[in-house]
């Protein structure tokens, strides 16, 4: 595991774009795992200028994203799909027939878990994942329990999780109580992985990851596991180091 110290958000934004800016020069169809919400959206906007200003090129490359919320059309503002659209896809040269994640309004949901882990495994698995965690740990929408689930799943979020997202909607009881996402084998599947971390309130939470035991509890703590994993956090967020 490498971690890199940087002194604030936007450096931690411009450090994490040279690295997927790299993986994609060196590999241009490579299937980038994708994550949203706040803290990847520094990330997004370096890429894009890097698309804009030096010619980065996407337009061979794979996206699959961690989850999306049950019961939300794509077309809905708080919708995954919608954000992704709106930071990233529809400001770069990226097909949008290569663009992935789950559906949800999905009929079947047993099905549409079955159908997103054979279309990973059908793109060759992950090159690179991106990551958050949450203020629990979770990574993806793995919420804390009793044991890892390995393949892709529709979860029931943690209250702490509605709290920390009820932001982006109109209040908490708007925020879906499921969403899809992937298990936590599918992300340690990964042949590299990068986790972005941001501010003085993740850092208690961070160093229970990085350090502490590996338990269901902290999910994001069975990343130190996995032999390639790249954590950039500021200065804030390794405080409690």
Known sequence: MKIHTT???DAMSREA??????????KPDSVLGLATGSTPLGLY???IDKFKNVNLDFS???TVNLD??????PTHPQSYRFYMDENLFSKINIRPENTHLPDGLAADPVAECARYDA???SLGGIDLQLLGIGHDGHIGFNE????FVNNTNLTTLDERTIEANKRFFASAADVPRRAYTMGIGTIMAARKILLLVSGEKKADILKKALFGDITPRVPASVL????????IADKAALSAL
């Open 224 to 231: 130190q596991l996995h032999p390639d994993v790249t954590v």
């Open 17 to 26: 774009a040279k690295i997927i800016a790299a993986q994609v020069v060196l």
């Open 7 to 9: 002194k604030n958000y």
């Open 68 to 73: 999306e919320y049950q019961g939300l059309a």
């Open 119 to 121: 279309l990973i495994r």
């Open 144 to 147: 804390p329990g009793d044991a």
């Open 45 to 47: 906007a370096q890429l």
């Open 60 to 62: 061979e490359t794979r």
